[in-house]
């Protein structure tokens, strides 16, 4: 068996791949025996098709978004024979697909899928999810429920901290509890993100030392409301430094549960769908994931 599939969303950001994807094919067809294209039509065609073929491809790859690379990863994870995933960043962020170094020029990352290079890696558990990127409660919800999808196909991932700048005028803390074997915590937070990956809104932020191979999160809260505490995170980051303030917190671990009073709704790699409670586990190198420059 030498056969690969392409399931692609028509509706992702980046129409140029949707329109050529007979050149890809093309490409893909000097490697592969076969190479099938799936088009999704609406939301849960694309986890229907790979559950479908799952047995039959030696390679699934993703063309689109980071919600069509969601859609994929949550059929595939729970599989007990999954093929290999790839990545044909067609989106607006396209998250994943930057944390594994893959070329944001689609038709350069069917190059780099060619190349065949194959890393195990970290994906993240959540009562009935899987998730990528990164779990988050708080003011990251609020952000991302309240882009404007006009201003996200304008400027982007810049969107995310135009819509932080409006989400906090109204925005009230709510109460946090978390355990885990390495840590616990309790008390007032504006915000608590879980990081798997290294990007949010395609931007490298919050965690200055992530690895998706370590079986670890990356676990970040921030107490109280602020556009300043916010850009000190980011600042961290930026300075390959560990946040350092009492208003903000920052721990790694494999494992935890989390509350909240008043529950709180859940964002899972831009999904949401859930509320609190939730317990997580970092499925460490659980999933075979083609890469790019990596690690990025």
Same mark, same amino acid.
């Given at each position: 068996?030498?056969? !690969? ?7 992702? %950001?980046?129409?140029? $791949? ?10 893909? *067809?000097?490697?592969? #025996?076969? &190479? ?5 039509? *609406?939301?849960?065609?694309? %986890? ?14 993703? !063309? ?7 859609? +994929? ?14 990545? $044909?960043? %067609? ?15 689609? /038709? ?9 290079? &194959?890393?195990? +890696?970290? &994906? ?6 899987? /998730?990528?990127?990164?779990? =988050?409660?708080? $003011?990251?919800?609020?952000? #991302?429920?309240?882009?404007? #999808? ?21 925005? *009230?803390?709510?109460?946090? *509890? ?22 949010? =809104? ?12 370590? =079986? ?17 995170? +980011? ?38 769908? !859930? ?11 659980? +999933?075979?994931?083609?890469? =790019?420059?990596?690690?990025?």
């Amino acid at each position: 068996m030498n056969k !690969a599939a392409i399931i692609v969303n028509p509706n992702a %950001g980046n129409k140029k $791949l949707v329109e050529n994807i007979h050149e890809v094919v093309k490409r893909l *067809e000097e490697k592969y #025996s076969k &190479v099938i294209v799936y088009e999704t039509k *609406e939301v849960g065609d694309g %986890g229907e098709f790979l559950t479908k073929i799952a047995g039959e491809v030696d390679l699934v790859i993703g !063309a689109g978004g980071d919600g069509t690379v969601y859609e +994929l990863v949550n059929a595939l994870c729970p599989l007990k024979k999954r093929p290999l995933f790839a990545i $044909l960043p %067609g989106g607006t962020c396209n998250d994943f697909s930057r944390a594994i170094g893959m070329d944001q020029d689609p /038709f350069k990352a069917v190059e780099q899928i060619l190349e065949h290079k &194959v890393e195990q +890696l970290d &994906v993240g558990h959540c009562n009935a999810d899987y /998730f990528l990127n990164f779990w =988050g409660v708080g $003011l990251i919800t609020q952000v #991302s429920t309240n882009i404007d #999808s006009q201003v996200k196909d304008r400027f982007g991932r810049l969107s995310y901290y135009l819509s932080a700048a409006q989400t906090l005028k109204d925005y *009230e803390s709510f109460n946090l *509890e978390i355990e885990s074997p390495d840590f616990t915590y309790q008390g007032d937070a504006a915000m608590l993100i879980v990081g798997n990956g290294p990007f949010t =809104g395609g931007v490298r932020a919050f965690f200055p030392d992530t690895d998706i191979q370590d =079986g670890k999160f990356d676990i970040l809260i921030v107490k109280e409301p602020s556009l300043r505490l916010i850009w000190d995170a +980011l600042q961290s980051k930026l300075l390959k430094q560990i946040p350092s303030s009492e208003e903000i917190h920052y721990y790694k671990t494999g494992r935890l549960k989390v509350k909240a009073s008043p529950g709180q709704l859940i964002d899972c790699d831009g999904e949401r769908h !859930a509320h609190t409670p939730a317990e997580m586990v970092n499925l460490e190198k659980y +999933l075979s994931v083609i890469v =790019g420059n990596f690690p990025s």
